[in-house]
């Protein structure tokens, strides 16, 4: 009885067609847990969501590295660890609304989908919008709205929201997205214009509308582009 329950395990992410499963929770317990990032339901989205099936065919062997991977165009889905952290500090509740700025391969969209009310995720290459739609689609995500557009002008026609997080670098805080966060509302992002990498920041917009802001740790994002 013993080996049939060990055997049922095993073979239970093979039944529901995830055979990386395994691997998701070893690079969540030692990229992720063991760096600090304590949040339950960021933890268990990052064991549910299939990081692999986000990016494109050709390095899907390299998903659950402790590192970013190139997704065409120049671009890349950051480091799993960076995706937890990120969330984590976003600090998101179930009813929130939430603009994501760089959607790339609609990982880390997928990975904010369970945890809020709705995604609104931007993309300035038409190709990236297109595929991550597809692949968040194939997933049957159907809380993230992906926009092919230029992030420095935000999504006016959705705001205001309740976080922001931004997955490409701007060399500072854009004033239109500051503009579109809600009272109480908090942003995420990497900030500076340094070729050596930026800063990871949380900005928090006080109830009186003041502005409060913090530096994390260094971190290497591509830079945003301007349309
Ligand atoms: N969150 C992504 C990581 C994306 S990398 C993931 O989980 O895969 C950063 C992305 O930001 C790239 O796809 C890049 O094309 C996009 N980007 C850069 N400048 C932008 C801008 N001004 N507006 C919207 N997207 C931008």
């Not at 995420?188 to 340094?194: D, I, R, T």
Request: proline share 7%; glycine share 10%.
């Amino acid at each position: 009885m013993g080996t049939l329950c060990c055997l049922l395990v095993l073979l239970a992410p093979l039944r529901t067609g995830d055979s990386r499963a395994a691997e998701r929770l070893i690079m969540v317990r030692e990229q992720i847990e063991a760096r600090g990032v304590r949040n339950p339901d960021v933890l268990r989205a990052m064991r549910e969501v299939p990081r692999h099936l986000y990016m494109p065919e050709a390095v899907r062997g390299m998903a659950y590295r402790d590192h970013p991977v190139p997704i065409g165009h120049g671009q890349t889905i950051s480091q799993p660890y960076i995706v937890g952290l990120m969330t984590e500090l976003l600090d998101v509740r179930k009813s929130h609304r939430v603009l994501e700025i760089g959607t790339g391969s609609g990982y880390q969209a997928a990975v904010l989908a369970p945890l809020v009310k709705q995604v609104y995720s931007m993309e300035i290459v038409a190709e990236l919008a297109k595929s991550a739609q597809a692949s968040l689609a194939a997933q049957g995500v159907g809380n993230v709205s992906v926009r092919h557009g230029d992030g420095y002008q935000g999504w006016p026609e959705e705001a205001p929201f309740d976080r922001i997080i931004l997955t490409a670098a701007p060399p500072e805080v854009p004033q239109a997205l500051v503009d579109q966060l809600k009272p109480g509302g908090k942003l995420v992002a990497p900030v500076g214009s340094s070729a050596l990498g930026q800063e990871l920041i949380v900005l928090e917009k006080r109830a009186d509308g003041s502005i409060r802001r913090r530096s994390t740790i260094g971190v290497m994002f591509v830079p945003m582009v301007r349309k």
